[in-house]
């Protein structure tokens, strides 16, 4: 393991220990954006916690089967798969997997998720695997709406922790400078 995933992971570790921080930014460099978030979610799923990974970047099939390679346990994460809605991809039915429509509707989505969680038991994640490439299908304005009504969702609730995905390069862009002043924690991930 690198340098930079054993202090992400040991940042991460320190959070979840401590049950004070709900909703976490991740500043990814591009090229290190899937392993980060396989790291991620195994971290996540190692500590005990389940889950819903809202894959925006790839579709269900292909990031579901890079998980499993790595040893992760699929059954427990629901995935809702944007990429392959807005992509127009036909949408084969799994248990393990929501599909929403194309029009990527930001209420159809976070109900998506809540409806999901509620079937976790235990400690759980929202994990948003790009809000970047999210930010490339809606405006700003509905962007900024889905990230920040999570954050408040997650608020000072023990048994959840959203973890949130941009890429470095355009964090410094005003929308996502907004984003971060509203969650708890942001981490700055480097190769």
């Known amino acids: 393991m690198s340098v930079i995933m054993e202090k992400l992971e040991s940042t991460l570790n320190t959070i ?6 709900n909703s976490i930014m991740l500043e990814l460099d591009t090229e290190s954006y899937l392993e980060t978030n396989i790291k991620t979610v195994k971290l996540l799923q190692k500590k005990g916690l389940s889950g819903v990974y809202v894959s ?3 579709p269900f099939k ?16 629901i995935f809702i798969d944007v990429a392959s ?20 509707d930001v209420d159809e ?4 998720i809540y409806t999901s969680i509620e079937k976790m ?4 994640f929202i994990f948003i695997d790009s809000l970047t490439t999210f930010a490339l299908h809606k405006p700003i304005s509905e962007t900024f709406r889905f990230s920040e009504f999570l954050m408040r969702q997650v608020k ?9 995905n ?7 862009k005003k929308f996502i400078q907004d984003v971060v002043l509203h969650a708890d924690k942001t981490i700055e991930v480097k190769v």
């Open 16 to 21: 979840l220990k401590k049950n004070e921080v």
């Open 56 to 58: 925006i970047q790839r």
């Open 62 to 77: 292909n990031i579901s089967s890079l998980l499993k390679k790595q040893g992760i346990e699929s059954n427990k994460i």
């Open 85 to 104: 809605a807005v992509s127009k991809e036909t949408q084969e039915k799994c248990k393990e997997c929501v599909h929403i429509s194309p029009e990527l």
């Open 109 to 112: 989505l976070v109900k998506a």
């Open 166 to 172: 941009v890429a470095k390069d355009l964090s410094h």
């Open 121 to 124: 038991k235990g400690k759980k």
């Open 156 to 164: 000072g609730k023990k048994d959840i922790v959203l973890i949130l």
